[in-house]
C-alpha cells in the first residue's frame, strides 16, 4: 500500500496476478510468462529473464481473473533490478503508457476489491 513517502499516483495491490511478455529470440518474438509482485492501475513490478532496458517500450498482456482473455497493454520500463544472478533474471516496474480500450474499467474491477 502506500505510504506517506510513495510517489505512485495509484495505490498498489500485492496479489499473485501474470503477465505475459514479449521478447525477440533467434526465433522471432516469443511470449513468456512472469508472476507479478505488485500493481496498479498505472503500473506493475514483475520479475523475469533479464532482458529489457529502463525506459524500454515493452508489449504486456495481464492476466486477471475478472475476465476471459489477457488485457493488452503498452508500457515501458521505469526501473530494473538484478533478481537471482544466477538464474538471469531481474526485477522489473514498468509504467502503463497505453490500456486497450475499456482496459482501465477491467483493471479497475480486478484492484478494486483487493484495496
Known sequence: ???GSDKRRFPRVTH???VRYRIPTSKGMVWRMAPVHDLSRGG???TCEGVFEVGKQ???Q???PTTKRPLRIAAHVVRSKPSQRALNLTEYGVAFDVIEAGGEK???SALHPLL
Open 1 to 3: 500500500m502506500m505510504d
Open 16 to 18: 499473485a496476478f501474470l
Open 44 to 46: 506493475a513490478r514483475f
Open 58 to 60: 515493452v508489449e504486456l
Open 62 to 64: 495481464l492476466v486477471l
Open 106 to 108: 477491467l483493471l479497475d
